[in-house]
């Protein structure tokens, strides 16, 4: 079956401006991830759905960054008023229940540039 | 709070050498352990997990035991060709249901002909 896809895969951006990455999950999978991973910083864990709901939220930078769910399935990840720091590779996972022993798919990224 | 620590990179070796990846966690209880693998260009994917102690995680040659003793979950290979060049992160989950993945920093791996 399909892995997780995300779009686009790459964006360019003016600071300032909103932007909105895309994440379709793998079927069936019940929980949800947002990640970022940049230069300096690694991998840093953003937000987590399951089903619609975002039980934990703790990773969100700053309130510019928010998250939605919809139907179980696809993911909208939005920055508003980007700034350069928010230049990273965002990556987006899922897992079948979302439990501490389950694999997560991660999807191929969007890497996210603002000038 | 809960982490991950591993070897620093970048990592160089010629082909055929013995490969190990040093990682130690710190987490209360009985976190899930994992090994992922980002080849250049490529999104990350997972290598291997082990989700108790003593548990042995293996695939495409590579290795890594939970030990629980010394918090540590090492990846070892003994003979490293140059496709496996890529950066490896160790990670945990925590014991808790529902739980986001916790990543080291990577490690850099290069393996020469």
Sequence with gaps: GAGVSQSPS?????????????????????????????????????????????????GLPSDRFSAERTGGSVSTLTIQRTQQEDSAVYLCASSFLGQSTDTQYFGPGTRLTVL | GDSVTQMEGPVTLSEEAFLTINCTYTATGYPSL????????????????????????????????????????????????????????????????????????????????
């Design chain 1, 10 to 58: 790459n964006k360019v951006t003016e600071k300032g401006k909103d932007v909105e990455l895309r994440c379709d999950p793998i079927s069936g999978h019940t929980a949800l991830y947002w990640y970022r991973q940049s230069l300096g910083q690694g991998l840093e864990f953003l937000i987590y759905f399951q089903g619609n709901s975002a039980p934990d939220k703790s």
């Design chain 2, 34 to 113: 994992f090994w992922y693998v980002q080849y250049p260009g490529e999104g990350l994917q997972l290598l291997l997990k082990a989700t108790k102690a003593d548990d042995k995680g293996s695939n495409k040659g590579f290795e890594a035991t939970y030990r629980k003793e010394t918090t540590s979950f090492h990846l070892e290979k003994g003979s490293v060709q140059v496709s496996d060049s890529a950066v490896y992160f160790c990670a945990l989950s925590r014991e808790t249901s529902y739980d986001k993945v916790i990543f080291g920093p990577g490690t850099s791996l290069s393996v020469i002909p």
